[in-house]
């Protein structure tokens, strides 16, 4: 074959096939540097996205496409054999499905780009999650497609090369199935969105900032600074708690007051715990308060208010506050805090003494003495909490 390529060709005809293959390539590169360069000075001072389209379609324009341009263009001016002309209209095609395959990446990042930009409305967790997991997707879908479409013009069979790897995916499928359960919880985490980057989470008895959602684990930042990682598949099925998304903080929180308080005092007490809150403005929505019962050593008291922000430490500096004039009031007052404490009383009379305690005379042996206890004195035992 090369040689009735040879003998049915001239060096004249070489010499043009040569120079049409430099030709194309020069002015490919040639024209492609000047719209490059006049495209991206215009760019940025238009509105519209086609320059910017185009600006990026230029840059990853690569040398294949002149190397099929002027292999092409070369195959005019040479007489080549039958099975050659196959060969090359393939190489060719390939070539050119090989930068439409680039093309169609970078203009698919573009639009991911400018489809999860930062002036899009949306949380800026969520829109950089979905776009990497959207574009791992979609290369994978688009390069797959391209490699079909080389293989094809190759001459291959793909309807049986597609039906093959379907009966190897089903085993491959059964071997993997964690890996790829894992796959489809991220595309759900994705779709769904439970949480986002950036977002407070805790699950089970561990929590953290989430920093990083992958194909098969998500990665948490802990409050002590380590990273917890998670399989996305056993992440969905765990109970999720997302705090970044609490619009306001319900907050209960107890008193208790010592026993002896008069009930004029545990009158007032509900209006004083309303008056400490309501003096949050702004922060807080008073609940209610209420005195709820009688505790093992306290008068209990239950109050509830509603935080205005999911700020936790808004939360703090608010219960503080409240604490505080809650301590001052009950001190203007004379009423006491509780604390857990147990009251002892006795009633009757305990007669205590070491070893035995009287003695009595032998009638047997006057010279000895019997000896006998005293009696045991009636005791009575009560425990209450003041």
Not at 197 to 208: A, E, H, K, P, S
Not at 249 to 262: E, K, L
Request: aromatic share 8%.
């Amino acid at each position: 074959m090369f040689r009735e390529l040879i003998n049915n060709n001239t060096l004249q005809d070489w010499s043009y096939a040569l120079l049409a293959v430099i030709g194309s390539m020069l002015v490919l590169h040639t024209v492609r540097r000047l719209l490059l360069a006049r495209l991206t000075a215009i760019a940025p001072t238009t509105d519209n996205g086609i320059d910017d389209f185009l600006v990026e379609l230029l840059s990853v324009t690569r040398i294949l496409l002149g190397a099929a341009i002027g292999l092409y263009v070369a195959t005019r001016f040479l007489t080549l054999p039958e099975a050659l002309t196959t060969v090359v209209n393939r190489l060719f095609v390939g070539l050119l499905l090989l930068q439409a395959g680039f093309w169609a990446n970078r203009g698919f990042d573009f639009w991911l780009r400018r489809r999860f930009s930062v002036a899009t409305p949306g949380d800026p967790g969520a829109r950089a999650m979905t776009r990497s997991l959207l574009a791992f997707i979609g290369r994978v879908v688009l390069w797959a497609l391209v490699l079909l479409l080389i293989l094809d013009n190759l001459g291959l069979d793909v309807t049986a090369l597609i039906a093959s790897l379907g009966i190897g995916g089903i085993a491959v499928a059964l071997a993997v199935q964690n890996i790829l359960g894992d796959l489809f919880a991220s595309l759900s985490i994705a779709v769904d969105q439970p949480f986002v980057i950036g977002d407070f989470i805790i699950v089970d008895d561990l929590m953290g900032t989430v920093e990083h959602v992958g194909l098969k684990t998500t990665r948490v930042r802990s409050l002590s600074g380590e990273q917890i990682i998670f399989s996305n598949n056993d992440l969905l099925k765990s109970r999720i708690r997302n705090y970044k998304r609490m619009q306001e903080r319900r907050i209960a929180f107890q008193i208790g007051v010592t026993y002896d308080t008069p009930a004029e005092r545990l009158e007032e007490i509900p209006g004083l715990i309303r008056a400490a809150i309501e003096a949050q403005q702004g922060k807080i929505r008073f609940d209610r308060a209420h005195f709820k019962g009688f505790g093992p050593s306290s008068l209990d008291f239950e109050a509830v208010y509603i935080v205005l922000s999911a700020d936790f430490n808004v939360y703090m500096d608010v219960q503080q506050a409240i604490n505080l004039q809650l301590v001052r009031a009950f001190a203007e007052r004379d009423v006491e805090f509780a604390f857990p404490t147990q009251t002892l009383h006795v009633d009757g009379r305990l007669q205590v003494e070491r070893g035995l305690q009287t003695a009595e005379p032998d009638a047997g042996k006057p010279e000895g003495r019997r000896l006998s206890p005293a009696p045991e004195a009636p005791q009575s035992w009560a425990k209450a909490g003041t």
